[in-house]
């Protein structure tokens, strides 16, 4: 099957005007591809580039040149250079992404940080809560949490409210940050579970996994990011 | 987390600023400003005091004339208009039904002596209500959406507190449904506390609606959270725009690094 996702030279650097125009290379010539119920780790010591990339990819992070291609649904769209429009489309309908940490918004519960892009599908709103639930249930936290605002909640309880808004659309591409990192063996299990359940559903995956087990256990591919890396 | 996209993809913009300059004599307001905006697009215009950015909105909002430039509006009937060849009975019924606009200081866009029911109820009647029973139960209806107690929809709102003042004006401001609605630092003078609620409440009813709003603020945190574009303004011109999280997260440009620079990590 063909590539949904391609990275062909890609190249990022920032350049820091507050430090006398310092500027700093990320990662260089970067190249990969991922095929659909496919899931490529993303490995190499901390400060390689790993997480920049898939900013990149998602769209946070600008891309100085080369391009990201990403097939899905009969258009190929590069996402170093499509217009924010299409990228917004593109988060909405195709590129789902669990970041490292849960940026919380005051007031807004558990339950509907979870079920939220849902709604951007048109599911409707009891629907969207029911599933929200049984993804949060799954990912055992405890029902009296639903209907509180996570900011209060411990990092592992983040990491999961933040994983089941990640895991709850079907997107046909998951970027994964790292989210196993403050979780203990029983929810990394659940987490492996749910990523073999979402490549069976020919969704194309990149992740970052320090955890020698869960990348075992996850990876059909590792991508070594230091071959990426920029001497400075 | 990112705000999310309720409204479907539309190929044409809804608004669109072409090369907008403003300059009071030898004072520029705003200089060469360009973009677009989708229905259900939030764009933040961020960017110090005297930046331009009220200015700008001033001109967008067909409350200044630009001394160059034009903007084109698609009215609801899908033709796209110049706004500086509307006549001004056209500009005052797209300000009463196809717009809103959020002021800073509640008190200039609300009529500070008259019932909260009243300051709902007069956009409604401007758009051709009558039946004063309905007037009444959408106005109430509208002052539970901003969590306004509906025991005081006969209280004039110079007996509300800032948060309450600001809450009603939106109200006041979204119960025609318009499809574009201009904020001016809309938490501005507000306390934290009241200021979360605000945005959390802002937050939920754009995505519901669908609005395409236009935000100037100087608080970073207020565009991450409400818009999905964000443009940096200085000395009056655009230095930098793209999606929020590209510009608060990978600034470019001198300026923007430093505005990001000098917020405190709460």
């Known amino acids: ?232 | 987390m990112t705000m999310q996209t309720a409204a479907p993809e539309d190929d044409r913009p809804l608004l669109v600023a072409e090369g907008l300059s403003k300059s009071y004599g030898r004072h520029v307001g705003c200089r060469d400003v360009t973009f677009e905006l989708y229905a259900g697009e939030v764009l933040a215009v961020v960017g110090e005091s005297g930046s331009g950015k009220s200015t700008l909105l001033q001109v967008l909002s067909g409350q200044l004339e630009p001394s160059a430039g034009r903007v084109v509006y698609t009215m609801r009937d899908g033709v796209a208009r110049d706004l500086a060849s509307l006549g001004e009975a056209e500009r005052r019924f797209l300000f009463r039904t196809d717009w809103g606009y959020v002021h800073q200081d509640p008190t200039l866009g609300l009529r500070m002596a008259v019932s909260a029911g009243a300051n709902v109820g007069e956009r409604l009647m401007a758009v051709g209500w009558r039946h004063y029973g309905r007037i009444r139960s959408a106005a109430v209806d509208w002052l539970d959406r901003v969590e306004i107690d509906r025991d005081r929809v006969d209280d004039a709102p110079k007996t509300y507190s800032g948060g309450m003042r600001q809450r009603l004006q939106i109200a006041r401001n979204l119960v025609t449904r318009p499809r574009l609605v201009f904020m001016d630092e809309p938490t501005g003078g507000l306390d934290v506390s009241v200021q979360a609620r605000l945005l959390d409440l802002l937050r939920g009813l754009v995505f519901e609606l669908g609005l395409a709003v236009i935000i100037v603020t100087h608080d970073l945190a207020v565009a991450r959270l409400l818009s999905h574009r964000t443009i940096v303004m200085k000395g009056g011109a655009v230095i930098e725009s793209g999606l929020t999280d590209q510009v608060l997260d990978d600034p470019r440009e001198a300026y923007t690094q430093l505005l990001v620079s000098s917020v405190l990590p709460a």
């Open chain 1, 1 to 232: 099957m063909a590539p949904v996702l391609e990275l062909v030279q890609a190249n990022k650097s920032f350049t820091m005007h507050l430090q006398g125009g310092v500027r700093l290379p990320v990662v260089a010539g970067v190249a990969f591809s991922v095929r659909p119920g496919e899931c490529v780790v993303l490995a190499g010591p901390s400060g390689t580039g790993k997480s920049s990339i898939l900013k990149m990819i998602f769209g946070s992070y600008r891309c100085d040149d080369g391009r990201i291609l990403l097939r899905h649904a009969d258009t190929t769209t590069d996402i170093a250079s499509a217009e924010p429009r299409r990228i917004l489309a593109l988060r909405r309908d195709t590129i789902g992404y669990v970041s490292q940490f849960l940026r919380a918004v005051p007031r807004v519960t558990a339950l509907d940080v979870v079920a939220e892009p849902l709604l951007a599908h048109q599911v409707a709103r009891d629907d969207a809560r029911a599933r929200a639930g049984a993804m949060l249930q799954r990912l055992n936290i405890p029902e009296r949490l639903w209907r509180i605002p996570p900011a209060t909640f411990s990092g592992g309880e983040q990491q999961r409210v933040n994983i089941a808004r990640g895991f709850l659309p079907d997107m046909p591409i998951l970027l994964l940050d790292e989210p196993t990192a403050s979780l203990d063996a029983e929810n990394r299990a659940v987490v492996v579970e749910l990523i073999a359940a979402k490549k069976k559903q020919g969704v194309a995956i990149v992740a970052i996994a320090h955890d020698d087990d869960v990348r075992a256990a996850i990876a059909d591919r590792i991508v070594d990011v230091s071959k990426f890396a920029v001497a400075a």
